[in-house]
């Protein structure tokens, strides 16, 4: 199904799953803005843009305001239909307790949690403008308070918990406006950060993220979902 119509700003898409997300949607007919920090050092996803002509590349860190307002002036007034809030870090020594570092659990942080709000905040003019109006935020199942029964992971654990609150007050304080937000878990994914040992591909959890969102209303905004279409558990 072609979906010319629709627009999808995605950030992360360097490669793993940001990159199938954006050759997907790309794929279906969609206007896909795909951002990553170092688009000098993204050449799979050049690549896709010389194949894809309805696929922009902009910079973008995340992590940095002044690179957000830069994006947001290259959009203008754009209207986007989805957001996908997709970079993220898993953060060195996150796992092991006696070995935890202050500065890596800011950037930690920093990239997985207060990055994600404040471009959805700066994007929110666009977003109203979009016809579909979610926002989906990848989050992990680790971030599960109810799921954890192995511990570690304390950076990115932590990090995805926050996001998950985010998600939740986000969908409270938007739905006057009809935009819906969800917090969505790849699977565990075979990638640089999923590791050799992941249960799914790329193009599997892309695909089933795509079908979730696909399916978003108001009555699922603010949830938390697997890729697969099951919730997860707070």
């Avoid at 010389?50 to 922009?56: G, I, M, R, T, V």
């Avoid at 209207?79 to 950037?107: F, Q």
């Avoid at 699977?187 to 050799?196: A, D, N, Q, R």
Wanted: proline letters at 3%.
């Amino acid at each position: 199904m072609i979906n010319s119509s629709y627009c999808v700003v995605i950030t992360g898409c360097s490669r793993g799953v940001g990159l199938e997300l954006a050759r997907q949607y790309a794929g279906a007919g969609w206007r896909v803005i795909a951002t990553a920090r170092d688009l000098d050092a993204s050449p799979k996803l050049q690549l896709l843009a010389e194949n894809h002509a309805q696929l922009s590349l902009h910079t973008l860190d995340v992590s940095s305001d002044d690179s957000i307002a830069d994006f947001i002036r290259d959009l203008d007034d754009q209207p986007v239909d989805l957001l996908i809030n997709n970079a993220g870090v898993y953060g060195a020594g996150g796992s092991d307790l006696g070995c935890l570092n202050r500065a890596a659990w800011r950037e930690v942080l920093e990239v997985n949690t207060l990055s994600p709000l404040m471009l959805t905040q700066a994007l929110l003019p666009n977003l109203e403008a979009g016809k579909l109006k979610t926002i989906g935020m990848i989050s992990s199942k680790v971030g599960s308070i109810a799921d954890n029964s192995s511990g570690g992971s304390y950076y990115y654990r932590s990090s995805k918990t926050a996001l998950n609150q985010v998600v939740k007050s986000l969908s409270i304080d938007l739905a006057s406006q009809a935009l819906k937000v969800v917090a969505l878990h790849p699977g565990w994914v075979l990638t640089e950060m999923g590791g050799p040992n992941a249960l799914i591909d790329v193009k599997l959890s892309a695909n089933g993220l795509r079908a979730v969102l696909a399916g978003i209303d108001a009555e699922k905004s603010g949830g938390f979902y697997s890729y697969d279409g099951v919730g997860i558990p707070w």
